[in-house]
């Protein structure tokens, strides 16, 4: 399969995430040791199953948008438009994957949007993509350099499916587009499409961190199958994985093996990465994994952290 392309987002750095439908964290440690033990909650029931299947259905598969409607003119560097109904349709999609993952919600910022738009129409005149777009470009304007530099950009793919775009972000070794968009700390976002791009504002419009211990994705709690992509995830922010190590197990005990990948810092959270032999996206039965991450070297201390990603066949 042919992905779109990414463009991979220069640094800067911050914080992390936990559990979803009403997980909460326990906190151990032994005295006299620098072990710390975090562990998320989980319990599935028919009832919280039934919640996050009407949840996929309304807020994931309902925030499919055929056509962004762009109103923009290359010819004339008009960047135009997209109706709010699809900017909103990107939002929900956006704060689906964030609740997947028990983030907070976050919300449009009209200034970042505009500026977004400006770089969406640089990327699509261009045929490239760049966060440094040089002043021979087609259509530059400083708003869009500004934009470009502080958006998740992508070329063949807009509307929500460039967001599942940045979440997958496929090939991209930093998983900085995922580290970004489900940054903690992010309350803000601006978006810009045209017919074959867009632009996803994420560094600046960032607010008070939630307290919460860990980041992953998938994250503590239910996600449904296709969703869950090869690459799986977990950070912490100012975090030391090198002597880090994953287990995950079913119910049963039986245990599956992992990659482990190491991401480069400057993208969020310090963030641990990792695949597996198993395709997970195409289940036919539920399946509930265990997973422990040890040590994390963090806050001075050497940390493991537990939770539970639960399945969905969909």
């Known amino acids: 399969m042919k992905y779109p392309s990414l463009a991979v987002r220069p640094a800067v750095a911050l914080v992390c995430l936990a559990g979803a ?22 319990t599935s029931s028919a009832a919280a199953r039934a919640a996050a299947m009407d949840d996929y259905q309304v807020n994931y598969l309902g925030s499919s948008v055929s056509d962004v409607a762009w109103t923009g003119n ?18 929900q999609r956006l704060n689906y994957y964030r609740r997947l993952c028990g983030l907070p919600a976050v919300a449009l910022n ?12 640089m990327m699509k005149d261009n045929n490239a993509l760049s966060h440094n777009p040089p002043l021979t470009w087609k259509c530059i304007t400083p708003d869009g350099q500004l934009a470009a530099a502080n958006s998740n950009l992508t070329l063949g793919a807009n509307g929500s499916a460039a967001i599942d775009l940045y979440i997958s972000d496929p090939g991209v ?18 978006e810009g499409d045209t017919d074959f791009t867009n632009a996803l504002w994420v560094i600046g419009g960032f607010g008070n961190r939630p307290a919460m211990a860990f980041s992953a994705y998938p994250g503590n709690g239910y ?21 880090a190590s ?7 005990g039986h245990t599956y093996p992992v990659s482990l990948q190491l991401t480069d810092g400057g993208y969020g959270d310090n963030t641990l990465a990792w695949t597996f032999e198993q395709d997970f996206s195409s289940l036919k039965d539920d399946l509930e994994l265990n997973v422990t991450v040890s040590g994390v070297s963090a806050g001075g201390a050497t940390r493991s952290y537990s939770y539970t990603v639960y399945i969905m066949a969909v």
Request: glycine share 6%.
């Open 110 to 121: 009209p200034k970042y949007s505009a500026e977004a738009q400006q770089a969406a129409l």
């Open 246 to 252: 994953v287990t995950v197990s079913d119910v049963s």
């Open 21 to 42: 439908y009403g997980c909460h964290k326990d906190v151990s440690s032994v005295p006299g040791t620098t072990s710390t033990g975090f562990s998320a909650s989980f």
């Open 74 to 91: 290359s010819s004339v560097c008009d960047p135009g438009d997209t109706p709010d109904s699809v900017k909103l349709r990107e939002l």
């Open 223 to 243: 996600i449904p199958a296709p969703l869950v992509y090869p690459v799986w995830s977990f950070s912490v922010s100012a975090a030391n994985f090198a002597s």
């Open 173 to 190: 070794a930093t998983l900085g587009h995922r580290r970004w968009a489900l940054f903690p700390s992010l309350t803000e976002i601006g």
